[in-house]
């Protein structure tokens, strides 16, 4: 699967409110990769897995949240390149209970150790004091950060862009770590501008996408991450809902949701001039539906359509 990647299509969005602005909007459908490593899991581990096979490691071991895509998508990739994952998870009281979190549930049915931490001891993750209890435990393993952006990650996120894409003005990606987006940075063409949507709160993104690229062809937009990462609410739901029902396109509440619902509002309020081309980077992470589908059950909030 890691050598080969099957074609990618793109999809062109037909709205009114795009033929009243005059604005252009595809979906580069990157969540049709693969069931469960999709989007930019999949560009992310790619060159990761090749150098971990490489180096003859036959364990990985990485980082996320109770309902985090990547750790969903390394658990599955592990098993499909035959190398034993191990998930770090924030939050030592999902202990008892992570049988019941479809995210943690679905890693662990596919080979994934589950090491679950403090929210303390997890933001201190470079510590000698956890480094030195993790290598005792699991031995010698090849380490993902969370997220899994790192130079090899923006290597295969570069890769999203084909020569097909450079005739559209605007590119655009939502960005939780900062490696797709400077993968897209690295690949667009000189007149193209590279929008990142971010999912959570803080300024500190700059800093770090700015590690992986030299270029300026790009902001961030940081007005619709709804409270911050895993934040939801109603109206998120409902843009969700009515954007499946006339595209077709399913996205996930996490990432892909707060990108079109504030691409579709930017093109609302005319921050794009007429006969904009836009391409919009669909990553993925569809995995999560089902857990935040229980967090909005329970609090007797709508539910995302599947």
Same mark, same amino acid.
């Given at each position: 699967?890691?050598?080969?990647?099957?074609?990618?299509?793109?999809?062109?969005?037909?709205?009114?409110?795009?033929? %009243?602005?005059?604005?252009?909007?595809?979906?580069?459908?990157?969540?049709?990769?693969?069931?469960?490593?999709?989007?930019?899991? *999949?560009?992310?581990?790619?060159?990761?897995?090749?150098?971990?096979?490489?180096?003859?490691?036959?364990?990985?071991?990485?980082?996320?949240?109770?309902?985090?895509?990547?750790?969903?998508?390394?658990? *599955?990739?592990?098993?499909?390149?035959?190398?034993?994952?191990?998930?770090?998870?924030?939050?030592?009281?999902?202990?008892?209970?992570?049988?019941?979190? /479809?995210?943690?549930?679905?890693?662990?049915?596919?080979?994934?150790?589950?090491?679950?931490? &403090?929210?303390?001891?997890?933001?201190?993750?470079?510590?000698?004091?956890? %480094?030195?209890?993790?290598?005792?435990?699991?031995?010698?393993?090849?380490?993902?950060?969370?997220?899994?952006?790192? /130079?090899?990650?923006?290597?295969?996120?570069?890769?999203?862009?084909?020569?097909?894409?450079?005739?559209?003005?605007?590119?655009? &990606?939502?960005?939780?770590?900062?490696?797709?987006?400077?993968?897209?940075?690295?690949?667009?063409?000189?007149?193209?501008?590279?929008?990142?949507?971010?999912?959570?709160?803080?300024?500190?993104?700059?800093?770090?996408?700015?590690?992986?690229?030299?270029?300026?062809?790009?902001?961030?937009?940081?007005?619709?991450?709804?409270?911050?990462?895993?934040?939801?609410?109603?109206?998120?739901?409902?843009?969700?809902?009515?954007?499946?029902?006339?595209?077709?396109?399913?996205?996930?509440?996490?990432?892909?949701?707060?990108?079109?619902?504030?691409?579709?509002?930017?093109?609302?309020?005319?921050?794009?001039?007429?006969?904009?081309?836009?391409?919009?980077?669909?990553?993925?992470?569809?995995?999560?539906?089902?857990?935040?589908?229980?967090?909005?059950?329970?609090?007797?909030? /709508?539910?995302?359509?599947?």
């Amino acid at each position: 699967m890691f050598d080969r990647l099957p074609s990618i299509p793109s999809q062109s969005i037909q709205l009114p409110l795009l033929v %009243q602005k005059e604005v252009s909007v595809t979906v580069k459908r990157e969540d049709l990769i693969h069931p469960f490593v999709s989007g930019n899991k *999949y560009r992310k581990l790619k060159y990761n897995l090749i150098k971990a096979r490489e180096e003859d490691q036959d364990k990985l071991l990485t980082y996320g949240g109770a309902y985090s895509n990547h750790i969903a998508a390394t658990a *599955y990739a592990g098993k499909l390149a035959n190398i034993q994952t191990v998930g770090v998870i924030r939050g030592d009281e999902l202990a008892s209970v992570w049988r019941k979190n /479809p995210s943690l549930r679905f890693a662990h049915q596919n080979g994934m150790q589950l090491e679950f931490v &403090s929210r303390k001891t997890y933001r201190e993750k470079e510590h000698p004091a956890l %480094q030195g209890y993790l290598k005792q435990k699991y031995g010698r393993f090849y380490e993902l950060p969370e997220g899994g952006t790192n /130079p090899l990650a923006v290597q295969g996120c570069g890769e999203i862009l084909t020569q097909a894409d450079m005739e559209f003005n605007v590119v655009c &990606s939502c960005v939780a770590t900062g490696g797709t987006l400077a993968g897209l940075i690295n690949s667009a063409a000189a007149h193209q501008q590279v929008l990142g949507f971010q999912v959570l709160k803080g300024n500190f993104l700059r800093s770090d996408i700015r590690n992986f690229t030299k270029n300026e062809n790009w902001r961030l937009i940081t007005s619709y991450h709804f409270g911050g990462y895993a934040k939801i609410s109603e109206s998120l739901v409902r843009f969700m809902n009515n954007f499946k029902d006339e595209t077709g396109i399913q996205l996930d509440p996490i990432y892909t949701a707060k990108l079109f619902f504030g691409l579709f509002d930017m093109i609302k309020n005319d921050r794009f001039p007429p006969r904009t081309s836009i391409l919009a980077v669909h990553t993925g992470g569809l995995q999560g539906i089902a857990g935040m589908n229980a967090v909005l059950k329970k609090k007797l909030l /709508p539910m995302i359509k599947v």
